[in-house]
């Protein structure tokens, strides 16, 4: 292979930075994907299979269908919010701190859905059926979702406060952090379609 | 001077305002990570009883996985991160203090976002993975030396098959992408570095902590499961379970984290001029092989949570008992299991495909039909995963199927083995020990591959699964190629990437003995197994013991091969005969670098004008 020296060496364009991290975070949000297709893949095999009429045992407990929408709608919103940040920079760090909100409360619904759980069985500490398996694992996904969109959000507001950090990089990370803000909230609405099949 | 020492040059150390990063490294890692494990465990266990059994299984997971964030926040892995958060992004200064710049060996024990480092850290964790699995499959080809003669307890055996296996397969996974996916692969397509550089520590480091956590499961009960750890059996297993667990959830968090910082490289950081076609092989190998671990992975880290939540919060997606079922772990794992056969074999078949070329001076066969036969193979793999289960009795109706997806992926490997043979094709090969491998892999995965055939039937895998055949045709693949191959990547760049050269003797006598030492353990064991001697088994019936006692002898041969080859490239990194720049002659862009490589690698960016393998006819 042959090759040149005429060029000087280079330090990358923001652009060129920014594209680059936005595509990390796309192929991180494959390897997501993976694990909430998992997820989904596991809570259907186990419902349609039923194994000895164990999927929601008799006077066993389930969430309602419209519990799994409350604990995405944060998500969903929080998305939404965002996407209004992108349009609108100068205003970037109010609409982030509506995300932020958003997934905070989001966080602790679903936290409180975890502490709250009717199907435990007391006696023995057990878990009613596989529903409630694959509930609460679901549950944990979206907690985690929302903690690590948490996160990002927090950055986002808190950067924009600062003077110090690169504008054009920075609107490319407003940009990557929508990558991540829609595919949880995408994520989000699949779980709960899944778990609006009880 | 040690060699180290060369590579790094005299430049004075940036000092960036004595900045905690400057303070940290493998040594306070561990200190921060021993203390969080131990706080974690004594205070959970103060609070949690843990002579119940779930009680205890979440007390020792907490203290696993604290330990390794321990050992991160330790080492200073979360520095970036919190330093992003806080809007102060890491100046200039302390990013060429994290590239390790002017530090020396020290460096090697620092969360060192030089690529180079990097290669050379997971080149010996590979090392040390492969001795330990070494060590154990020594003991297991001991103890089945004769029939009854017990040299190891039949638990201690159950324990040691499944480390065994799990070490190896966490092994070969980063056999080639980490040491020179890493190191090489960058300089390869022309880049400055990885496009995530602390992204590139931390797969290292996240690795690294889960070594200690899998060891533990030795002091723990070991595992009585395998490595496939099925379900409920794994449900059921004594604490050192925990530790698979553990061990393999963060193994899974650093397989995305390198798989998407690899991929991302690729993708941006070539080259002017490297158009797609004119992508090293070795890159376009490595690469598809960890996209392929992306979405594969988080499948068995899905499944050890699920195991995780069973034997700790008691609920119930493998017990039937309450609606779960062990074939939905068969899934997820298998999901996983087979194309994580690819994941490994792809880039040691790459790395033979690249010494090809360069040792016999022709240009490489039909590199589109190479590329066609590595996207055939990442494609069909996820399609194939339920021949694992014919036998389970899942669906009979979609072994039919199944078992076409399998065969079908003959054809892609076909197309493989003819870009290698057509580039042999009439011409003079150089006979190096890296030209020898090409050979040894041609042999041993038509060996794997055809007996894999048998095994992809389902009339033929009714008699043969759970058999030595199966033990046998899987080594022929995952160690006689895709080991092979690494195997042949550290001869060929060992000078790159130490400036030196491999002892040559030693690299042949280890090449021949670990060759034939291969031979004689595997036909025997194909033997034994055809004739129904089952596998993970501790003790066999009188009429096997003429095999097994061939398969072990043939054991010791390769024990005593890889200890030559560790000898060379011990001797040979500070002893070795000093390499020229591009002592293969060959065309890619890492040998038109000098050794030490610098910081940024080149000094002014490539630009590639022509393919990497354009070497010309060969002479009739």
Same mark, same amino acid.
């Given at each position: 292979m042959s090759s040149d020296t005429k060029f000087q060496v280079h330090h990358d364009a923001p652009e060129a930075v920014g594209r680059r991290e936005r595509l990390g975070v796309r192929l991180l949000i494959v390897a997501d994907g993976a694990f909430v297709f998992g997820m989904i893949f596991s809570y259907f095999y186990l419902r349609n299979l039923d194994q000895n009429g164990g999927w929601i045992p008799k006077n066993g407990h389930t969430f309602s269908a419209s519990s799994g929408w409350m604990a995405v709608l944060p998500l969903i919103v929080a998305a939404l919010v965002h996407k209004l940040a992108q349009r609108d920079l100068s205003h970037?760090?109010?609409?982030?701190?509506?995300?932020?909100?958003?997934?905070?409360?989001?966080?602790?619904?679903?936290?409180?859905?975890?502490?709250?759980?009717?199907?435990?069985?007391?006696?023995?500490?057990?878990?009613?059926?596989?529903?409630?398996?694959?509930?609460?694992? @679901?549950?944990?996904?979206?907690?985690?979702?929302?903690?690590?969109?948490?996160? @990002?959000?927090?950055?986002?507001? @808190?950067?924009?406060?600062?003077?110090?950090?690169d504008p054009v990089l920075e609107s490319w990370r407003i940009r990557t952090a929508a990558s991540w803000f829609t595919w949880v909230a995408v994520s989000g609405i699949a779980l709960a379609i899944t778990t609006s099949f009880i | 001077?040690?060699?180290?020492?060369? $590579?790094?040059?005299?430049?004075?150390?940036?000092?960036?305002?004595?900045?905690?990063?400057?303070?940290?490294?493998?040594?306070?890692?561990? %200190?921060?990570?021993?203390?969080?494990?131990?706080?974690? #465990? *004594?205070?959970?266990?103060? !609070?949690?009883?843990?002579?119940?059994?779930?009680?205890?299984? *979440?007390?020792?997971?907490?203290?696993?996985?604290?330990?390794?964030?321990?050992?991160?926040?330790?080492?200073?892995?979360?520095?970036?991160?919190?330093?992003?958060?806080?809007?102060?992004?890491?100046?200039?200064?302390?990013?060429? #203090?994290?590239?390790?710049?002017?530090?020396?060996?020290?460096?090697?024990?620092?969360?060192?976002?030089?690529?180079?480092?990097?290669?050379?850290? #997971?080149?010996?964790?590979?090392?040390?993975?492969?001795? !330990?699995?070494?060590?154990?499959?020594?003991?297991?080809?001991?103890?089945?030396?004769?029939?009854?003669?017990?040299?190891?307890?039949?638990?201690? #055996?159950?324990s040691l098959v499944g480390l065994h296996g799990i070490t190896m397969i966490i092994a070969l996974i980063i056999v080639a992408t980490g040491p020179f996916g890493n190191y090489i692969m960058p300089i390869m397509i022309g880049a400055a570095d990885m496009a995530f550089p602390r992204l590139n520590a931390l797969s290292w480091w996240v690795l690294f902590t889960a070594i200690p956590v899998l060891c533990s499961a030795w002091f723990l009960g070991g595992i009585p499961?395998?490595?496939?750890?099925?379900?409920?059996?794994?449900?059921?297993?004594?604490?050192?379970?925990?530790?698979?667990?553990?061990?393999? /959830? /963060?193994?899974?968090?650093?397989t995305a984290v390198s798989g998407a910082n690899i991929t991302a490289t690729v993708i941006t950081m070539r080259a002017k001029g490297m158009t797609w076609n004119r992508v090293p092989i070795f890159v376009v190998g490595a690469t598809l092989s960890v996209a392929m671990a992306i979405p594969a992975f988080p499948t068995f880290m899905l499944a050890m949570i699920m195991t995780a939540m069973d034997r700790s919060f008691l609920t119930g997606f493998f017990d039937a008992n309450v609606g779960g079922t062990g074939w939905l772990y068969a899934h997820l794992f298998w999901i996983m299991g087979h194309p994580e056969v690819y994941v490994i074999l792809l880039p040691g078949v790459a790395i033979l495909m690249e010494i090809v070329p360069v040792f016999v001076r022709k240009p490489l066969f039909s590199y589109t039909?190479? %590329?066609?036969?590595?996207?055939? /193979?990442?494609?069909?793999?996820?399609?194939?995963?339920?021949? $694992?289960?014919?036998?389970?009795?899942?669906?009979?109706?979609?072994?039919?199927?199944?078992?076409?997806?399998?065969?079908?992926?003959?054809?892609?490997?076909?197309?493989?083995?003819?870009?290698?043979?057509?580039?042999?094709?009439n011409g003079k090969p150089w006979l190096k020990v890296p030209m020898l491998a090409v050979y040894a892999f041609l042999w041993n995965m038509l060996v794997g591959g055809i007996t894999g055939l048998y095994l992809s039937d389902v009339p033929a895998d009714m008699y043969l699964h759970g058999s030595m055949y199966v033990t046998a045709h899987f080594h022929y693949t995952l160690m006689g190629a895709a080991l092979t191959g690494a195997v042949a990547g550290l001869s060929y760049w060992y000078p790159k990437m130490t400036g030196h050269m491999l002892h040559e003797r030693a690299s042949y006598i280890s090449f021949w003995l670990v060759q034939i030492g291969f031979q004689v353990l595997y036909l025997g064991m194909f033997i034994a197994g055809a004739e129904g001697q089952p596998r993970r088994v501790v003790d066999y019936a009188e009429q096997f013991a003429t095999s097994n006692k061939i398969s072990t002898m043939g054991a010791y041969t390769i024990g005593i091969g890889f200890i030559v080859l560790l000898w060379a490239v011990i001797h040979s990194w500070r002893h070795g005969k000093i390499a020229p720049m591009n002592p293969w002659g060959a065309k890619t862009l890492e040998w038109t670098v000098p050794y030490p490589v610098p910081l940024v690698n080149f000094d002014t960016p490539p630009v590639v004008t022509s393919d990497p393998y354009g070497y010309g006819r060969s002479a009739k």
């Open positions: 970037q760090g109010s609409f982030s701190l509506i995300t932020l909100v958003a997934y905070i409360y989001g966080g602790y619904y679903q936290l409180h859905q975890l502490a709250n759980m009717p199907f435990i069985v007391k006696d023995t500490g057990t878990f009613e059926g596989a529903y409630a398996a694959c509930w609460v694992v @679901i549950a944990g996904a979206n907690f985690f979702h929302y903690f690590v969109a948490g996160f @990002i959000a927090l950055g986002l507001v @808190i950067r924009s406060r600062r003077a110090t950090v | 001077m040690t060699t180290l020492d060369q $590579h790094v040059g005299t430049r004075p150390i940036p000092n960036p305002k004595k900045s905690l990063i400057t303070k940290l490294n493998a040594g306070t890692g561990l %200190i921060v990570g021993i203390i969080f494990a131990l706080l974690t #465990y *004594r205070g959970l266990s103060t !609070v949690l009883d843990i002579s119940i059994y779930e009680l205890n299984n *979440r007390v020792l997971l907490a203290t696993m996985f604290m330990w390794s964030i321990g050992f991160l926040a330790g080492i200073g892995a979360f520095i970036g991160p919190i330093r992003w958060l806080i809007g102060e992004d890491l100046t200039a200064e302390e990013q060429l #203090y994290l590239a390790g710049d002017g530090q020396g060996i020290k460096r090697y024990f620092k969360y060192c976002t030089d690529h180079k480092v990097v290669g050379i850290q #997971y080149l010996w964790g590979v090392i040390v993975l492969l001795a !330990v699995g070494g060590a154990m499959a020594m003991m297991i080809r001991t103890d089945l030396a004769n029939p009854g003669g017990h040299f190891i307890t039949p638990s201690v #055996y159950n499961t395998g490595w496939t750890a099925y379900a409920p059996l794994s449900v059921q297993a004594g604490p050192g379970m925990n530790a698979f667990i553990a061990a393999i /959830i /963060i193994f899974a968090i650093s039909s190479a %590329i066609v036969g590595f996207a055939g /193979i990442v494609g069909l793999s996820f399609l194939v995963w339920a021949h $694992h289960m014919y036998m389970t009795g899942w669906m009979p109706m979609l072994n039919g199927p199944f078992m076409v997806t399998t065969e079908m992926i003959s054809v892609p490997t076909g197309l493989i083995f003819l870009v290698i043979l057509g580039t042999l094709w």
